[in-house]
């Protein structure tokens, strides 16, 4: 019956029960699709704006990827040094008739070349010579120990003072043997023994030029046999540290680029 007046609506003008169920469905059907395509609006639009869609990609520059080059080679070097306990270093030694061997020979026979000439001249010209004991003081005191050795250090840089050294050839009275013979005698203090025989046939030679030559051949050996000492030294210490020592460098390296060191951290681990 009729509610507050409204009328009661009857045949054909009334809905019927299957009418009404579809446009229930209808209705239900467009609310659905509404749903959907706001949501793919939303979803769209939320992508889009993300920073991550937005942000250009990462480009790895030349610093970082030597950076890591020489972590890598570091970690490289202690593990070699604390796991074998045959590892030293030893001269390279390039293949005799390689193009590198015959560049490396032209260029040093080319700068021993010019020393002479400079030393032979009228009058004598020291420039290179004083740049060569200055740079063979250098090495010399990098052979002392630190906190020991002052007396030595002290001799070294005051017989090697290339200020003085600089003075005395404005005035022609540089005794350039005297300065090579005393750098033999003191290299005779610092070097291993296996390198007496060495230092002993430096005194052998005559010509100045060919003195300073073998003289900067030895000391490159110094150097070398230095290195191996160092590394029997601290070989003890490397083998106790090794474990968070690489734990420690690798984690460093993952925080710092993780993409470019995954891969390679997931390989060294299973190795």
Known sequence: MPFNGEKQYVGEDQPSDSDSSRFSESMASLSDYECSRQSFTSDSSSKSSSPASASPPRVVTFDEVMGAARNLENMTLVHEIAVNEN???KQDALPENSLASRVKRIVHQAYWDVLESE????PPEY???IKLF????EILLS???PGSGNRLRNQICEVLDTDLIRQQAEHGAVDIQGLANYIISTMGKLCAPVRDDDVRKLKATG???EVLRQIFHVLDLMNMDMANFLIRSFRPHFQRQLVDYERTKFQEILEETPSKYKMLYIYIEIR
């Open 87 to 89: 590892f030293q270093l």
């Open 119 to 122: 030393l032979n001249a009228e």
């Open 127 to 129: 420039d290179h010579a």
């Open 134 to 137: 200055e740079e063979i003081r």
């Open 143 to 145: 052979f002392l120990i």
């Open 207 to 209: 010509n100045i030029v």
